[in-house]
T-cell receptor
Framework: DAGITQSPRHKVTETGTPVTLRCHQT?????MYWYRQDPGHGLRLIHY???????DKGEVSDGYSVSRSKTEDFLLTLESATSSQTSVYFC??????????????FGPGTRLTVL | EDQVTQSPEALRLQEGESSSLNCSYT??????LFWYRQDPGKGPEFLFT???AGEEKEKERLKATLTKKESFLHITAPKPEDSATYLC????????????FGRGTSLIVHP
């Protein structure tokens, strides 16, 4: 298994509180991603990183920010959590293979509940 | 319109009853198509990459095939442990290097 851990694995918080999720990898992969997974929507990209301090927005980035100060860590922050951000969050990593094929490897997920 | 559509949404099979899952895509050029398996409460697990029409990949009871418009994941003589959600993702040639995921097919195999 790819060396990807996510913390915490479960979190319950209240509306309006800040929340930070951590993704840690031991594979030294360049690319890291944050997705959320909700019934009926599948996996949706929140933010991604293509190197240390290099990040960009995905399709559902509103209300989220990210930081990557080291190759191995990618943090996702909800500045002021809302109930609509209740979801399962997955981190993924990749290195572009050969002609640029992007095989991603996923962490175990964090289940976040915002009350 | 979704770029990646998986069907059916859910599939129930009896053990040993072979079937296929479908992933159709509408990107103009394909760089790669990826299949993943996801067990409840876990992250997606990478299965296969398909690069060009006509290609096939196999792993145990699973065989993935690719045409210019769709991919099939064939499951031969499934067992209950094959029960999972199967996700398909498509990486477009010349576009973003980030794949677009379908919504998945939930497979349940009854003993």
């Amino acid at each position: 298994d790819a060396g990807i851990t996510q913390s915490p694995r479960h979190k319950v918080t209240e509306t309006g509180t800040p929340v930070t999720l951590r993704c840690h990898q031991t594979e030294n992969h360049r690319y890291m991603y944050w997705y959320r997974q909700d019934p009926g929507h599948g996996l949706r990209l929140i933010h991604y990183s293509y190197g240390v301090k290099d990040t960009d927005k995905g399709e559902v980035s509103d209300g989220y920010s990210v930081s990557r100060s080291k190759t191995e860590d990618f943090l996702l922050t909800l500045e002021s959590a809302t109930s609509s951000q209740t979801s399962v969050y997955f981190c993924a990593i990749s290195e572009l293979q050969g002609a640029g094929y992007n095989e991603q490897f996923f962490g175990p997920g964090t289940r976040l509940t915002v009350l | 319109e979704d770029q990646v559509t998986q069907s059916p949404e859910a599939l129930r099979l009896q053990e040993g009853e072979s079937s296929s899952l479908n992933c159709s895509y509408t990107v103009s050029g394909l760089r790669g198509l990826f299949w993943y398996r996801q067990d409840p409460g876990k992250g997606p697990e990478f299965l296969f990459t398909l690069y060009s029409a006509g290609e096939e990949k196999e792993k145990e009871r699973l065989k993935a095939t690719l045409t210019k418009k769709e991919s099939f994941l064939h499951i031969t003589a499934p067992k209950p442990e094959d029960s999972a959600t199967y996700l398909c993702a498509v990486q477009e040639k010349g576009g973003s290097y980030i794949p677009t995921f379908g919504r998945g097919t939930s497979l349940i195999v009854h003993p």
